[in-house]
Structures are given as C-alpha cells and as structure tokens.
C-alpha cells in the first residue's frame, strides 16, 4: 500500500459521503464539516453543523452556558465551533484500503488487531526506513497528513454544500485546550478568518 493509494481511497470514500449529504435537507445553512478524530486509537467521525442545528444547542447552551464562560456562543472557542462532539454524524462505513489502515493504526496503538488481514507495513507507506519505535510516531502522522490532504484537495467540490458565512473545513483531536484546537483549524483554513472567529468571545 503506498501513500497516494491510501489517500485516494479515503478521499474517494469522504467525496461519496458528501455527494449523498448534499442531497438531504440537513445541506442549508452549514458552517462547519469536520473530522473529528481520536489520535489514541485512530478513529475519524465525519460531522457537520449548520445554523438548525446552532439554534438547538444554543438551548442547551442556556442551561450550560457556565461550561463555556468567558467565550460565549458565536465565536471559534464557543458552541458554534467548538462543540464538535455535539455535531451530527455523515454516517458512512470505511471500507478497502482505508479499513485496512485504520485496523492497523489500532494495531500500532494498543496492540489489538481486528482486521482479516495483517496489519499494513507502515515503512512501505511512508517511504523510509523506522525504527520499531517510530511506527507508532509514523502512523500518526500518516493519518494526520491522509486527512488534511483530503480536505485540501475536496474543497474544490464543495459546492454543492449549501454553506453559511464564516464555512470552516477541519479536522481536530479529542479534549484538546482551546489554543490546540486553534491549531488544528489554522491547517486546513485560511489565517484571516481564523483570527476572526477567534476573537468573537461573544
């Protein structure tokens, strides 16, 4: 398996996964997709929000609002962006070489390997020549790079997502502090509005 087939496969999968969301009702008024991943175990949940559903957790938001004290609603660090594990789910199932991979990265991870065949040579995706040690290090930057490159290379077909102002495609890290995840969106967004989203603390 070399990396531009891997890439390839999951970009495949992630392009089908949006064709068929842009089809449904949910595709109004969205602002944000993103790829929310656990770098411990190697798992991607494909999410989105739009403006709907903003107004339903900024109910919940009222109940709450202590949790997100001093940043508020509306900004980068507030509900509208960084309540991911709120977001629905793009339901889709990772099939071929992208299943193979992320078996894999659970393999290098904890140990366990649930996939039918063995687990990928990491040296053969990336080209060069590791240590034991630094396969663990390698695969995650594998699946870090096969997602921002993903990203990079699909928002030329976004538009058929009916998008809001402010439209943000990312991927992010499970319980990360606020400067981390400012990280994140910087990777794949551009730097202008990143600062301001970044500023509205209302």
């Not at 509208?80 to 991870?109: A, I, Q, R």
């Not at 495609?169 to 502090?177: A, E, L, N, Q, Y």
């Not at 990777?187 to 509205?200: F, W």
């Amino acid at each position: 398996m070399k990396y531009e087939e891997l890439k390839n496969d999951f970009k495949e999968q992630i392009v089908r996964t949006l064709n068929d969301f842009s089809t449904t009702e949910q595709n109004k008024n969205v602002y944000a997709i993103v790829f929310d991943c656990d770098l411990e175990n190697g798992q991607i949940v494909l999410r989105y929000c739009n403006l709907e559903n903003f107004e339903n957790l900024k109910q919940s938001w009222e109940e709450y609002k202590y949790m997100y004290e001093p940043y508020g609603q509306n900004g980068l660090f507030g509900l509208k962006y960084n309540s991911v594990g709120d977001f629905p789910m793009l339901k889709y199932e990772y099939n071929g070489m992208t299943k193979h991979f992320l078996d894999s990265y659970y393999y290098y991870s904890v140990g366990d390997y649930y996939g039918e065949e063995e687990p990928i040579d990491v040296i053969e995706i990336s080209g060069q020549t590791l240590e034991e040690d630094n396969l663990r290090t390698e695969i995650e930057n594998i699946f870090t790079r096969m997602i921002i490159d993903t990203i990079s290379e699909v928002k030329d077909m976004l538009e058929i997502i009916n998008y809001d102002d402010d439209y943000l495609v990312f991927m992010c890290d499970h319980d990360i502090s606020n400067d981390d995840f400012e990280k994140w969106v910087r990777k794949t967004n551009d730097d202008k509005l990143v600062d301001k989203l970044a500023q509205i603390m209302n």
